[in-house]
């Protein structure tokens, strides 16, 4: 046990540690409260806006019609660290000065070794840790509490097992008091986004695992957030089911060009989903690589899974492997 420093408000308005972003149990609730829920960024000029011929979007063409413009702002680490201080007085130093801009839009996966501090580096963007030193920011706006526009995804999915799965989707925007019959709307889209709008009325102990993995995914879509940070999503899943889940994955990215920052212990997940592959090193961990992935431009939109055998990702693959140090 430990007493990591904890974010205690968040800037839409002192809300509680608790509120906002995060899929775990409080999540709804937290969004209840966000006040500025429905503000949105304005539209970007970026290229890679849903509307832009995408070199990396097979599905943008077919995207459906949104009414939520895209994000624009980008996450930054300054100078960020964290050290824990465990009950036994010991201190763990687990993220040394790192510093990192992620544009919106872009697809960030980070490895390293386990215990280099991954999660740790999420949690200071997510709002749920403060940093012992530097800062992150969200835009302008310094990070300094769990949000909404931050949504986050765990390796467990977490869901109310009293709700139907139709319930815990719609759970976020209920609390955030979006209109019933927008709430009913979204929460369709986003079930058939990942397949699963014949379990609408089932409850979770019903579902697979994997299945489960996509509600709570739809669960933290449906806050509508500008970043999704996920932690070994699919760590627990079966080879196949994580291979469907990627390139749900990708499809839903490419939909609305959220930020996503990806963990994973998948040099090979990560070289195929991310625009970009971050190594960090052992504890305290610190960034030791940063790879550009511009495979799309190599071998086209339509490319998926087959990818993965060209000589350009074993490549990358093989640089990103050679750099992880297992402390
Ligand atoms: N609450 C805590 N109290 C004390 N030490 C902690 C706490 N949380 C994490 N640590 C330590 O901080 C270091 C980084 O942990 P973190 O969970 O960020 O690593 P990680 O890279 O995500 O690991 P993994 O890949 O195994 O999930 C580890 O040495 C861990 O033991």
Redesign the pocket.
């Known amino acids: 046990m430990?007493r990591?420093a904890q974010h205690t408000g968040d800037a839409e308005g002192g809300r509680p540690p608790w509120a906002g972003a995060t899929d775990s149990g409080a999540s709804a609730a937290g969004a209840a409260s966000a006040g500025s829920a429905e503000t949105r960024p304005t539209e970007s000029a970026d290229p890679r806006s849903p509307g832009a011929a995408d070199p990396r979007s097979p599905g943008a063409a077919d995207a459906p019609a949104r009414n939520e413009a895209t994000p624009t702002r980008e996450l930054v680490l300054d100078r960020i660290s964290h050290h824990?201080v465990?009950d036994a007085g010991n201190v763990?130093h687990?993220v040394e000065e790192t510093s990192l801009q992620i544009p919106a839009g872009q697809f960030v996966c980070v490895v390293?070794p386990?215990?280099?501090?991954?999660?740790?580096l999420l949690k200071m963007l997510a709002g749920f840790l403060a940093p012992s030193g530097g800062e992150a920011r969200y835009g302008s706006e310094v990070i300094t509490g769990p949000s909404h526009q931050r949504g986050v995804v765990f390796q467990q999915a977490n869901l109310y097992p009293w709700l139907t799965i139709r319930g815990n989707v719609e759970l976020g925007p209920r609390f955030r008091r979006v209109p019933r019959r927008e709430r009913a709307e979204r929460t369709d889209r986003l079930l058939e986004m990942v397949g699963l709008p014949q379990f609408a009325g089932a409850k979770p102990y019903e579902l697979s695992g994997g299945m489960q993995q996509r509600a709570q995914i739809a669960r933290v879509l449906a806050n509508q957030p500008d970043v999704v940070l996920m932690d070994e999503p699919f760590g627990a899943l079966d080879a196949l089911t994580r291979e469907r889940l990627q390139a749900d994955l990708l499809r839903i990215q490419r939909q609305r060009r959220q930020t996503v920052f990806f963990?994973t212990?998948s040099v090979e997940e990560a070289v195929f989903l991310g625009d970009r592959v971050l190594v960090m090193s052992p504890?305290p961990?610190r960034i030791v690589l940063d790879e550009r992935v511009d495979l799309a431009s190599t071998y086209g939109p339509e490319v998926g899974a087959e990818m993965k055998s060209t000589p350009e990702f074993i490549e990358i693959r093989d640089r990103v492997a050679g750099a992880i140090q297992v402390g």
């Open positions: 430990s990591p824990y465990t763990v687990a390293g386990s215990g280099c501090g991954k999660t740790t963990i212990h504890r961990g």
